[in-house]
């Protein structure tokens, strides 16, 4: 939380490819250090610092990126197919190293670890080869920390940036309740050795859901329609936890892939300043603050209930938050998406 808004004002106003280079190689120091951490908690500690900062480099740098360079070659129009490929191969390695990491886990937990640094020093090679549009000289005379009150005054002058960061703020509960699904798998009865494959069916959903999300640019509905029928779908999740519940969790993800994609696509089109990278980290911090307050929230309706009443919880946010984003459907008509 703390980088997300220094990190996106850096990518502002210096080099988002060098960023996007620099990222995976902080994140890699992670796990080195996890590998000679050998139990050690305050080491364990220090690896996830690195995590946090290799990922705050590269939250809100990506999406400025794409966006201004769509823009330069007037394809912007495109935004939410690329960033659909995209998040398609994000989920796809996810897909795959689920499987794989369980298998060299099995042997070597330490080898699982190693092996983690080597796509992070290709993605810092690839991030290399991008050829980023040279910045006009106007921008380069606004100092760094301008950047910075630049993207605080468009958001507070912009109902409409509030209004999809209060949308993206909602649809990020689903990231902070993925903490507890392995051991809603526990009380579901799924056997260990299927947890991979969970994972995987996890990943290989999403990477459908967003490789798609483009043919749903033009739809209102969807952003009111894809929440509601999760409320039915986590409901019955925590009413009854199964093995065949835990089918109807991973269709829930499914079902709100896209509008991860459709929400950030109209997030950018939004945006008119240089700040780009900064007024996205903006909605980063607000998801990152949300986790802060719920992650620990959960854990004492899990306490004082039971882990299912999570998920029943989840569904009752989110019949508020259908029923708020309906209220105000015509704030999204009058958002247009790139045609």
């Known amino acids: 939380m703390v980088f997300e808004i220094p990190s996106g004002a850096l990518a502002d106003y210096w080099s988002r490819k060098k960023m996007l280079v620099i990222a995976p ?22 690896g996830f610092l690195f995590w946090s900062i290799g990922s705050s480099f590269v939250s809100g ?10 823009v330069v070659f007037k394809k912007e ?22 499987i794989l990491g369980g ?5 070597n937990l330490d080898w699982a670890i190693i092996f983690s640094v080597i796509p992070l020093f290709l993605s810092a090679v690839f991030a290399s080869f991008i050829k980023e549009t040279p910045k006009v000289k106007s921008t380069e005379e606004i100092n760094y920390f ?7 005054r468009e958001v507070k002058g912009s109902k409409v940036l509030l209004f999809l960061f209060a949308y ?8 902070h309740l993925e903490e507890f699904d392995q051991l ?7 056997p260990i050795f299927a947890f991979g494959l969970v994972g995987f069916l996890w990943s290989a959903l999403n990477s459908v859901g967003s490789y798609y999300a483009h043919k749903f640019k033009k739809a209102i509905w969807i952003f009111y329609v894809g929440p509601l029928l999760t409320v039915v779908l986590l409901f019955f999740v925590g009413y009854k936890p199964s093995i065949l519940m835990i089918s109807v969790l991973l269709l829930s993800y499914f079902i709100t892939s896209p509008l991860r994609i459709l929400i950030d696509s109209r997030l950018q089109n939004s945006i008119s300043s240089v700040g780009r990278a900064t007024v996205t980290s903006i909605s980063n911090l607000l998801i990152c603050f949300f986790g802060v307050i719920l992650t620990p929230i959960f854990g004492m309706i899990s306490l004082m209930w039971n ?3 999570i998920y029943i919880s989840t569904s009752v946010f989110l019949l508020i938050f259908t029923l708020w984003v309906f209220s105000n459907k015509k704030m999204f008509g009058s958002i247009k998406p790139n045609i």
């Open 25 to 46: 190689l902080i994140k890699a120091l992670c796990f080195a250090v996890w590998f000679l951490a050998d139990g050690n908690f305050y080491l364990y500690a220090l």
């Open 61 to 70: 740098t990506t999406e400025a990126l794409l966006y201004d360079e769509l």
């Open 77 to 98: 129009n495109e935004y939410e197919k690329v960033l659909g490929k995209k998040k398609t191969f994000f989920h796809g390695a996810l897909a795959i190293s689920t």
């Open 103 to 107: 298998f060299i886990a099995y042997y």
């Open 146 to 152: 301008e950047y910075i009150k630049i993207a605080y």
């Open 168 to 175: 993206s703020f909602g649809l990020s509960i689903f990231g």
């Open 184 to 190: 809603y798998y526990q009380i579901a009865g799924l």
């Open 307 to 309: 882990l299912q009443a």
